[in-house]
């Protein structure tokens, strides 16, 4: 083969390999990841960089270090191989291989919206790791983002239509819900970038679900055992099921660390970050089950 020739077919094996890494690390939300959804004012990156040194915090000590395996991007050329389609498709399996051998246990992902990130993760409980977080900043009062707004757990995902949503819920309730589990819940509901989903039909089919499932269930707006939290962005629909919402601050890190005299005393250097918040946070409301 001329020099021509091998140096098109390096070009192209390079070019190729590099469009899958360029895929691989703009990854997007998708139907059946988990993870956490934080709400942040403006500064996205920011956001990420606190959201990893947070969570990495957090997940230690309730999972121990994270073990990763060693990375190995990519195969080894070969130059007497002259199907050169399959050399390429063999080594960006290679590297879809090696790359799902080593996700990370918080990875951030596109989250289809602006000033909203998204960590997914691996082998983590995320309403327990959140609940544990927001526990501590509570209970200590100790300040540790700046651009984090609210930090809200995703334990499953689903397709954001209505049947699909209704079909996914009916077995995602169950562990919280079905008899002979019980509890008195509320739904918040929030929608990004999307519009063929109407709240009130998602509320009631929601409500019906859980009131089907065990008739004990009841809406409670004021201080419910269960918060069933909906959001949606584009056309997925990220759940879960929190408890401590109202306790919490509805989930919100700037506002679970204020004491009890801050939080009921007017604060003249309210700050944008707070006022944005206000925008884009989620109305809670429910439907009668």
């Known amino acids: 083969m001329s020099s021509e020739g091998q140096k098109g077919k390096k070009r192209g094996k390079s070019q190729y390999v590099g469009n899958a890494k360029r895929q691989r690390g703009c990854r997007q939300l998708e139907v059946g990841m988990q993870g956490i959804l934080i709400t942040c004012n403006m500064n996205e990156r920011k956001c990420v960089g606190e959201a990893y040194s947070l969570l990495n915090e957090y997940g230690e000590q309730l999972y121990g270090a994270e073990k990763l395996h060693k990375d190995h991007d990519g195969a080894s050329e ?117 519009n063929h989903m109407n709240r009130d039909d998602v509320i009631k089919d929601l409500a019906g679900i859980v009131g089907s499932q065990n008739p004990e269930n009841k809406v409670d707006l004021n201080n419910p055992e269960y918060t069933i939290v909906v959001e949606i962005i584009k056309n997925i629909c990220c759940l879960s099921v929190v408890k401590d919402y109202i306790l919490f601050r509805k989930y919100n890190l700037q506002e679970v660390v204020k004491s009890n005299k801050e939080e009921t005393s007017p604060n003249p250097a309210t700050t944008a970050t707070e006022k944005n918040d206000d925008k884009t946070k989620e109305e809670p409301k429910t439907a009668d089950a």
């Open 78 to 194: 070969s130059e007497d191989d002259d199907d050169v389609e399959a050399a390429l498709k063999k080594e960006v399996d290679e590297i879809r291989t090696s790359t799902e051998k080593n996700l990370r246990r918080f990875q951030s992902v596109d989250s289809g919206a602006n000033n909203v990130v998204f960590i997914r993760t691996l082998n983590v409980e995320p309403e327990k790791l959140v609940h544990h977080i927001l526990k501590d900043l509570y209970t200590t009062k100790k300040k540790k983002t700046r651009v984090i707004l609210r930090m809200l757990p995703v334990s499953g995902t689903c397709k954001a239509f209505p049947e699909d949503l209704r079909k996914y819920a009916e077995k995602f309730f169950e562990p919280w819900f079905k008899a002979p589990n019980k509890g008195t819940f509320q739904i918040v509901y929030k929608a990004r970038n999307n």
